[in-house]
């Protein structure tokens, strides 16, 4: 029987992290149970950064980007001391079991702290789209809208100036956020992990389109693939275009969250409580076909990822 439970975020933030914490708070409250918020992830923890949670702890957060909470690395929670200080943490504040706000690190800390006892329940707070066992993570969606917004901006001054705009998005080493918004933003050219990088291809794509007259070319990359200010010079010195690199960085990670996100972030909330409640611990939920589910965190990290051929397959037929 659960009478209490903490909800923390972890690793890199991500819009609709808040919207996941007043699910989770307004679902365990309506339930009976008493929440705590931790501060600045597995750190705060283990630092005893825990505060009591009512309603208005979570009122008017839904429209807001980032993570009331705070979020923070902790590399020590690799270790087993580390686990077992935070578990006597948690029992000295009388916490029966945690949901997770994270990526697949911070989902490793959860069943890490589940095989200790305390059951935990992961949810996807991340917006690189990388985590196996769901097909949407919370936060995707908003920074998807931001790159499309940035993307389409550049496309009206490329045009103008006989430019080729080379953009590095996020997505850590999963190609959803390049992919997506070089089908929405109509890229020429899209290069990730799994489309791998050829230069010399890339450099004839472009003396292709230069030749048939295009006015302007668009790339986006993700990141970790190459160095674009490099790439964006050699197309200014072997295409016809003039090679200008714009690196998105941190701005994808902020904003109001969109509908989507809040809506994916306050169904993944109420399960996780409904998990909590019927004595789940160390799964992470999901959306699978639009179905919330929920499958063991061991299961979801070992699960490869949705292929995206069909997407990469229309791409091509649509530049
Ligand atoms: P994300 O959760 O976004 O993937 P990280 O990989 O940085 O981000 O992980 C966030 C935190 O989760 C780490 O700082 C650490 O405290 C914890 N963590 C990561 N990997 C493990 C692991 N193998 N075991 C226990 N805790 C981990």
Known sequence: MIRKIGVLTSGGDSPGMNAAIRAVTKCALGNGIEVMGIKDGYRGLIENKIVPFDKSSVSDILSRGGTILGSARLPEFKEDATVVKACEILRANEIDALVVIGGDGSYRGAKALTD??????????????????????????????????????????????????????????????????????????????????????????????????????IIVISEKICDVEGLAKKVSASTGFSGRATVLGHIQRGGSPTPNDRVLASRMGEKAVDLLVSGIGGHCVGTLNNEIVSLPINEALAMPKTSRKGLYRLFERLV
């Open 116 to 217: 200790k006892g305390i059951n935990c329940i992961g949810l996807p707070g991340t917006i690189d789209n990388d985590i196996s066992g769901t097909d949407l993570t919370i936060g995707f969606d908003t920074a998807l809208n931001t790159v499309v917004e940035c993307v389409d901006k550049l496309r009206d001054t490329s045009s103008s100036h006989h430019r080729c705009s080379l953009v590095e998005v996020m997505g850590n080493h999963c190609g959803d956020l390049a992919l997506y918004s070089g089908i929405s933003c109509g890229a020429e050219i899209v290069i990730t992990s799994e489309t791998g990088y050829d230069e010399e291809e890339i450099l004839d794509q472009l003396r292709y389109l230069d030749n048939l007259g295009k006015n302007h070319a």
